[in-house]
Each structure stands twice: as C-alpha cells, then as structure tokens.
C-alpha cells in the first residue's frame, strides 16, 4: 500500500492561507474522485474542495476552524494500488505509514492514549470549564462559589487558593447569599472562526495600515425622501420599492467624476493608484455570519431603478450565503448603513484597497434655521472616511459637499 498526500490548493485571489470551515469526511472513510472533502473560508466565499482522486482518508490536516496555508497538507490517502495517481498537479508519494503514524497529533484538549494522568487532568478540565486542586473545588462548593467566576493567575487560568481568598475578599462570597439581586458568574468563550475571524484580520489591517480621516456633514433631504416617497407611491409592481441607496449610488455616480482618486483602489506595496471611470459599488451588508461587501458594478450604466434592484439582488445575496466571488470583488468605493439605527455620526473603516467610504446616518426630523425662520425639515448626517494617504482633507470634504449639493436638490440625478 502507499499513501497520497492532498495539498490545499491554491483558490485565486492572491489566498495564502484558509480557513477549514467545515469537514465533510472522517479518518476511515472511503472518498470517491470529485467528492467534496471540505468546506474551505477565503476572504470572499466559502468554497468547496474535492477530491483528485479516490482512496481511504488516513489523517485530516486540521481540525475544523483552524487555518491551513497554501501547500499545507489538506488529507492524507491510502491508495488501494501501488502507483502514485495522475492528478495533473505535483504531490507527495510516500510509502503508507503505520496507522499510529497517520493519525496525527491528539486533538487540542485531548490527552494522548497511554497517559492516564493526562488522560484524567484533561477530562476535569473539560467537565468543570477551570484548572483548579480537589481540595480547592470542595472548599468552594462549601462557600457557594462558581468557580468558573474566579481568575486564575497560574498557568493556563489554574485557581490557587490565594486566587479564591481575593475573589472572597473582593466580595465574590455574596454569590452564596439567598435573596436578593445575585452578582452574574457566568462567561463564555466564543472562538473567533470562520467569517468572523476574517472580518477581524481585515478590519484590524485596515485600521492599522491605512491613516483615516472622517469628515460628517448634515444634508436636508427634505425634498429627496418626498420624492422617494412619491416614486414608491407610483412604482410600477415589477419595480422594487426605492430607499435611500439608489439615490445615494446615482449621486455619487454625478459627483465622483470631480474626484476621481476617491473611486480608486491604493496599492500600498507597488506605490500605485488606481483610478477607475467606472463606479463598482460596495455595499456593507450585515448577515448571520458577519459583515458581508458584495458589489453593484458599473453603477454609470444603470438608473434609478435598475440601481435599486441591483442594490436588493447582490444584499439578498449575501444574507442568503450564496454571493458568488465575483459578486464580493471588484468594488471601487463602499457606502455603509446601518438604517433607523444609524445614529448621529459614525466613522466607519475604509473597505481596503479602497481610498473612500461614505457612512449613511439616520434620517430625523429636526428643527433648522432656513431663510431667517426656524422650519423643522428632515435631516440626515453623511459620515465619510478617506486614506490621508491619496486624500487630503479638502478634497475629502469637497466630495462630500458635492455629494450634499445633489442630494438637497434630488433633481440634479436625474440631469
């Protein structure tokens, strides 16, 4: 018998590491030619990974949610033949270790077979959620103390008995006491994976590579949010109901000619700007599994109402997991809204490589001076951020002046 190791492939998109998301086989199975073996988070999707050929499944590179690099070891294969397979790609052919070898390390948090010691710390560890002695846990059974609420300061959190005489001095005994409001003692460890945990690599770069500056200004959309409503009011049942981000989308498609280094992507390492006569919008969408970008391309090409529909398709999309690459790629500047709730002012981060992104505020109505007179009309804040790097301050704020000229008078879109 020999062996066959599986790399991860290379995905595209300059990907040098995934995240496994998801296994679809175990050590033992019996995988056929093209079978899925795994789900597999890029920075864009989750993508499917089969099998280049057929064989039984010897060892897992990983656990599911942790991250394998490009070239890493994805699975391990006994073939049933002795010749190394034509998979078209080059692979290691080894002779079949034995199968204590193939196994792999023991799971993190699992004692290795034969250390019975281990074996035993492990599985109190993993029943009571604390490192703490015998002697330790009965002294805080009899006190009525939660020790999953008490910091440990030894290795790995262990509890020493110094650690619960301060957590009883600080007045952790009350949690003991009947009556009354009881102090909360719970916690839960969530682990950052999948979605999640890219979202957390991309905003954390962004925010430390890129010099921010946020720029808010007020727009009196009195006169936008009446002519939504009419359009809405006479759309026909094909057309889908208009909000406030077709309208922003056109605007900026009117404006962003003027500041063409605003609808650009910085490539930091290469020094180079690329400036793009097409508007490829990004828009930030909340889903169940985090923030999600997908993209309304060529929004020049498209009006009022193509917008819209453009704009409902690729959010549904993203919400629905089932965006495809090419739908979460591409964008040239990125609006965020977070709706009714989108408060006064907000600063958002910029959608790298991107140099721009204009943050929709919630609209009020709200008492304003105008012509002398104080008249209550509906306003609402744009929060924008720019790269300091390729945008100065000025023209920041002029493309933000720009965009509140057209919004105010609506009619400008559409000349």
């Not at 917008?307 to 919400?319: D, Y």
């Not at 989108?342 to 919630?362: F, L, M, R, S, Y």
Request: proline share 6%.
């Amino acid at each position: 018998m020999a062996t066959y190791s599986f790399k991860l492939p290379d995905l595209g998109e300059g990907i040098v590491e995934s995240e496994i998301s998801a296994w679809h086989v175990r050590v033992g199975d019996r995988v056929e030619e093209d079978q899925v073996l795994a789900d597999v988070q890029t920075d864009k999707a989750i993508v499917e990974v089969t099998s280049p050929i057929g064989g039984t499944v010897l060892a897992l590179g990983c656990e599911a949610g942790h991250v394998l690099a490009v070239g890493a070891e994805l699975v391990r294969f006994e073939l049933a033949g002795d010749s190394a397979p034509d998979t078209g790609q080059p692979q290691d052919y080894v002779p079949a270790p034995s199968r204590t070898q193939a196994a792999g390390p023991a799971p993190a948090g699992k004692a290795a077979p034969g250390n019975p010691a281990a074996a035993e710390a492990a599985a109190a560890q993993a029943t009571t959620g604390v490192l703490a002695s015998p002697s330790l846990r009965r002294r805080a059974r009899e006190e009525g103390i939660d020790l999953a609420a008490v910091p440990g300061s030894g290795p790995r959190g262990r509890i020493s008995h110094a650690d619960l005489e301060a957590f009883i001095a600080a007045g952790g005994e009350l949690a003991a006491r009947p009556g009354g409001r009881q102090p909360r003692a719970g916690r839960t460890e969530v682990r950052v994976t999948g979605l999640r945990r890219i979202i957390a690599g991309k905003m954390q770069k962004a925010k430390r590579d890129i010099p921010h500056y946020s720029y808010i200004e007020e727009v009196d959309v009195t006169q936008l949010e009446a002519l939504r409503q009419m359009l809405n009011e006479d759309r026909r049942e094909s057309q889908p109901r208009l909000t406030l981000l077709p309208f922003l989308a056109q605007a900026l498609v009117k404006v962003l000619p003027q500041f063409p280094h605003c609808n650009a992507r910085y490539d930091d390492e290469a020094g180079v700007v690329t400036q793009f006569d097409a508007v490829h919008l990004g828009v930030a969408t909340m889903t169940d599994g985090g923030l999600m970008v997908p993209v309304v391309k060529n929004c020049e090409s498209l009006d009022l109402w193509q917008c819209a529909a453009e704009l409902a398709r690729v959010s549904q999309a993203a919400r629905e997991q089932r965006a495809s690459v090419a739908e979460l790629s591409g964008s040239t500047i990125s609006i965020t809204s977070l709706g009714a709730i989108g408060g006064i002012a907000t600063t958002p981060i910029i959608n790298a490589p991107e140099t721009a992104i204009i943050g929709v505020n919630k609209m009020q109505q709200r008492p304003v001076v105008k012509d002398g007179a104080i008249v209550v009309r509906t306003m609402m804040n744009l929060s924008a951020s720019f790269d300091h790097r390729i945008v100065d301050g000025y023209d920041g704020a002029q493309l933000v002046q720009a965009l509140k000229r057209v919004l105010e008078n609506p009619g400008a879109i559409f000349v």
